[in-house]
């Protein structure tokens, strides 16, 4: 039995998403920032957020051991966004992500959860090499990756006809 992830930074906790998230879920998968950088989940209402975190996160740490997390303040519980580590069909390699609500974002919170984040993926579950994608103009995720020690490595497109996003690589 895999045992549900808990890390606790000097601000932070860091623990697997569950149902009981749908409605922070819901508000944040539909932040127009979200939309804009990441794609439209879909999730119109709550049952949809719940469907997403079943069939997203749990079935990623069922599979895998690994995915994206909950992430809240630890003076008080007060959630603010997620970060984790996923795999997608698409990518060869795991790959990082993180979001954060508006009235979180620009305060280091990204930069605590993903270090510790990269720390567990490296030291516990032994992956040496972690991938961001990104587009292009989104430029302060791009100044994280940077801060966190990731290198551009080339710019792709998942098909044909759709945008072309930029590769960032970790190597732990």
Known sequence: MITPLVIETPRLKIRWLGVGD?????????????????GDKHVSN??????YIETGPVEMYRNLGFGLNHVSLK????????????????????????A???????????????????????????????????TPDNLASRKLLGKLGFEFESSFKKEPNSDTLDLYVFNG
């Open 22 to 38: 749908t409605a922070f879920i819901y508000t944040l998968v539909n932040d127009p920032t979200w939309i804009r950088y990441i």
């Open 46 to 51: 709550l049952e949809d957020a719940k469907t």
């Open 75 to 98: 003076q008080d519980g007060t959630p603010i966004g997620i970060c984790g580590l996923l795999k997608r069909e698409t990518l060869a390699d795991v790959e990082i992500g993180f």
């Open 100 to 134: 954060l609500l508006p009235g979180f974002r620009s305060q280091g919170y990204a930069f605590e959860a993903a270090t510790a984040v990269l720390e567990h993926g490296c030291a516990w579950l032994e992956i040496s090499r972690i991938v961001a994608i990104l």
